[in-house]
Each structure stands twice: as structure tokens, then as C-alpha cells.
């Protein structure tokens, strides 16, 4: 439903666009990312805290993923991720409406590629000290080395995304004069086009099916399935 409200000579409509789940999913990630950046950095004891972000970060990954196939209609993979023709028709000005661009679409899958690779090579990867990820006893300590050194150059890769990413909302809001983050805090944004229609779909039941998902995903990734190693042979007596 759009809510008509005077706007001068034109009438401006908001448009519901992000839905609740999406949102939620957003400023979390945001959150989580960050303090799992943080907290690898800072190392020692803190690393206890990274391996529970990168939990954390795997069930919202899996739930955007769920979402994206379940959820309502502009969180949708199938709405806003286009081909290079829609991707030419907007640099060139010819495509309009709301949820993400056919550039933004690019930045989405960007960053969940990205942060998926972050947190599947942090699983199994270690510090040589103390820490262990939850899927280290799945990998030999040469892979788990490989996986390591994979986890610390993609953090780069990550944070440069990030950069970039907000680097367009910056341009936005200063060239285009179009405001993406609040749309993203309180779910509409306001058009003058009568012709885009607010976000339909993603009821209790496709959010039941992608929490599912999610709170599998995450518990896959504690390692709790993996059986305990047997004990070690009593040693000899001395005697």
C-alpha cells in the first residue's frame, strides 16, 4: 500500500520497501562484522568472542540467503539481481524503482560472497597458540594453515568492500540526492512515482522456514556434531 501525502506540485508516496527481517539483518551484520574485526585484531582471550561473532555471522548469512529466495518482494534475488542489460540501462539513466539498483544488486552479492568466505575459512582456521576454530578437527593442521592464511588476506578484501559500499551511499546522498540509509532503518522511502508498488510477501511462514535455516546453519558451524576424538592409550607402567 502507498501513503499519498501532499509534496508541492507533485504528490510524494511512501512506499514500502524493506521489511522488518531485512532490516534487522542489516544493522546486525553491520554490528557483528565489527566487533568480529575488532575482536580479531585485539586476539589473545578476545578470540574466544571472534569464533562466537563468526557463529553469529553464519546464521544471519544463511537467513539473507533463505530470505532472499522466501522473503518479501525486494529482498528477493529474483526482483533486484539483473543481467548486464539492466545494469547498461541504469548507468545510462533509463531504469527506475525501488529496492536495490542493478549496481547495489552487485554490492550485495559482493559483500555476502565475500563475508561467506570470511567466516567458512575462520571455522577451521587457528592461531598456533591457543585457538582452534570449531571445524579445526575436520581439516589437518596444513589446511587449516592454508585456510589461516586465506582468512587473514580476505579480511582486506572485506574491509574494501565495506569502503566502497559506503562510499556509494555517500555519493548517493550528496550527487543523487537520495537517502538509502534511512529507507533501511524505517522500511519506506518516499516516491513521486505512483506506478511502484509496496513490498508484498514474506509472511510468518517464510520467516519460520528462513530462522529454520539460519539456527541449522549456525548450529552446523559450533562443530557440536562432530564426535568427540577417542581418549588418548593409558601410557605404559614404568615397572
Not at 519460520?208 to 556434531?225: E, H, P, Q, R, S
Request: net charge positive; hydrophobic share 50%.
Amino acid at each position: 500500500m502507498c501513503l499519498a501525502v501532499p509534496g508541492g506540485s507533485d504528490w510524494q508516496h511512501r512506499v514500502r520497501v524493506w521489511d522488518l527481517p531485512t532490516r534487522l539483518f542489516h544493522w546486525l551484520l553491520v554490528v557483528l562484522v565489527a566487533a568480529a574485526t575488532i575482536s580479531g585484531f585485539i586476539g589473545g582471550n578476545a578470540m574466544i568472542w571472534h569464533g562466537r561473532f563468526a557463529i553469529v555471522i553464519v546464521g544471519l548469512l544463511a537467513f539473507r540467503i533463505a530470505w532472499g529466495v522466501v522473503g518479501s518482494t525486494y529482498a528477493r534475488f529474483s526482483q533486484f539481481v539483473r543481467g548486464p542489460a539492466a545494469i547498461r540501462d541504469y548507468l545510462q539513466g533509463r531504469w527506475h524503482g525501488p529496492g536495490h539498483n542493478p549496481l547495489g544488486a552487485l554490492s550485495v552479492l559482493g559483500l555476502l560472497a565475500v563475508l561467506a568466505a570470511q567466516v567458512a575459512t575462520g571455522l577451521a582456521a587457528n592461531d598456533d597458540i591457543a585457538f582452534n576454530g570449531p571445524l579445526y578437527a575436520l581439516a589437518s593442521k596444513e589446511f587449516s594453515d592454508k585456510l589461516t592464511a586465506l582468512h587473514k588476506l580476505n579480511v582486506w578484501l572485506v574491509g574494501t568492500l565495506i569502503g566502497l559500499h559506503l562510499g556509494a551511499i555517500a555519493f548517493y546522498v550528496r550527487k543523487k540526492k537520495q537517502d538509502l540509509l534511512r529507507p533501511m532503518l524505517r522500511g519506506w522511502k518516499e516516491r513521486s512515482d505512483r506506478g511502484e508498488e509496496s513490498l508484498s510477501g514474506g509472511g510468518f511462514i517464510a520467516f519460520i522456514v528462513a530462522l529454520t535455516f539460519a539456527l541449522t546453519m549456525a548450529w552446523l558451524a559450533t562443530g557440536a556434531w562432530i564426535p568427540a576424538p577417542p581418549p588418548a592409550p593409558a601410557a605404559p607402567p614404568l615397572f
